[in-house]
């Protein structure tokens, strides 16, 4: 992308953070366009037009927001890529027995890939978005380095750990350096239609949390109970179809027991739930493949470095051992509880994302 002039393109999902990103650009001397990515029809999934986030409610905020700011704004379709490359591998994942991460994938495969590229298309020297989390390039290497937000209780470094060089020279985050209370002080001072609008919580296109009612709506099948099996391997009970338990789940499962069970293992061929007592759900180590490293070239020898398995967890000790094929074995000093397969492990170095990948197995 050209770096003569200061032109962004902002990434405007309707919510109040890309719409004050895009002020903050415009106060930065930046010459803005929005675009809002059309990422599925709600008619298509069974939601209602105005529901849940990327809905037509939306698309409408966002260009309210930008008309308010003297922007130009379109809508880019990507509901065929959307479908195919992410809602896909969310039915894939699940039908496999892991549990994804969709909003990684999202910004992985849409937001900092096919937007990038329409970025570089129409001459755009960057991309700015309104995730909290930063970048910096290394003043002795040039190395660009994606660093946690500065009010943790809403860092998003997590959810980014893909990006690349090329992706991170023209990337943008104006609201790494603020919190959300700032953020939301300043979209009610601007008169932002969005200001007192609930941030999303859930996936996107599953505002409900009933990923198996989506997946049995949006492929036609019906998920087929089986059995509960205890440690031993005993029958003990029947689900409700093997997709439906995430490990580590113990609420819904209808069992008396006796005493707290928990979902520890699922065999999808068999189409069995194993459940027992919580320590079974803690393991040391894991098995990470499809890795992607920014503060580094590539792991050639043991490190150690903090980790962290899901979103809103703790990063934790560990060392990180290179594999064959780019696999990582990253042991844990500390026995973790619930690590999924299908999901993110991120490596950190204080606040700096050294790199992360997606989990294979847990042992």
């Known amino acids: 992308m050209p770096q003569a002039e200061k032109t962004a ?5 309707g919510g109040v953070d890309s719409s004050v990103a895009a002020w903050l650009m415009q106060q930065q001397g930046y010459q803005c366009e929005g675009t ?20 037509q409610k939306d698309v409408d905020d966002a260009s309210e927001v930008a008309f308010a ?25 699940y039908e496999a027995g892991g549990t994804p991460n969709p909003c990684i994938d999202c910004n992985c495969i849409m937001k900092f890939d096919k937007l990038l590229q329409f970025a570089e298309n129409k001459g755009f020297s960057c991309v700015a978005t309104g995730h ?33 060089q090329k992706q991170l020279a023209h990337i943008r985050f104006p609201l790494g350096e603020t919190n959300k209370t700032q953020t939301r002080e300043i979209a009610q001072k601007l008169g ?16 409900d949390g009933d990923y ?44 008396a027991l006796g005493a707290p069970a928990y979902v520890f293992q699922k065999d999808m061929a068999a189409n069995t739930v194993s459940v027992g007592p919580e320590r079974l759900l803690y393991t040391d180590a894991l098995i990470a493949e499809n890795m992607n490293w920014i503060a580094i070239e590539s792991l050639e020898a043991p490190l150690r470095i903090k980790a962290k398995t899901r979103y809103r967890q ?24 619930a690590v999924t397969a299908g999901q993110a492990v991120v490596l950190y170095d204080s606040d700096t994302v050294v790199g992360g990948g997606t989990i294979l197995r847990a042992f």
């Open 36 to 55: 809002t990515m059309r990422l599925y029809r709600n008619a298509d999934i069974g939601l209602s037009p105005y529901h849940t986030c990327c809905s």
């Open 132 to 164: 909290y989390a930063r970048v910096e390039q290394d003043a002795n290497t040039g190395c660009y380095l994606l660093k946690k937000a500065l009010d943790a209780s809403k860092d998003q470094s997590y959810v980014l750990y893909m990006l690349t």
């Open 212 to 255: 198996v009612r989506f997946m049995e709506q949006y492929t036609g099948k019906r998920y087929p109970h089986g059995d509960f099996l205890d440690e031993s391997g005993k029958v003990i009970g029947t689900h409700q179809g093997a997709v439906r338990y995430t490990l580590g789940q113990r609420k819904g499962l209808n069992l």
């Open 314 to 337: 703790q990063e934790q000790w560990a060392t990180a051992t290179p594999l064959e094929h780019g696999r990582v074995r990253i042991v844990f000093d500390e026995p973790q509880r």
């Open 69 to 93: 700011l003297d922007m130009p704004f379109e809508v880019l379709d990507f509901t065929m890529e959307f479908k195919e490359q992410i809602i896909g591998k969310f039915i894939r994942t």
């Open 192 to 207: 932002f239609c969005n200001a007192k609008k609930h941030d999303s919580q859930d996936i996107c296109f599953v505002p």
């Open 9 to 13: 393109l902002i990434a405007m999902s």
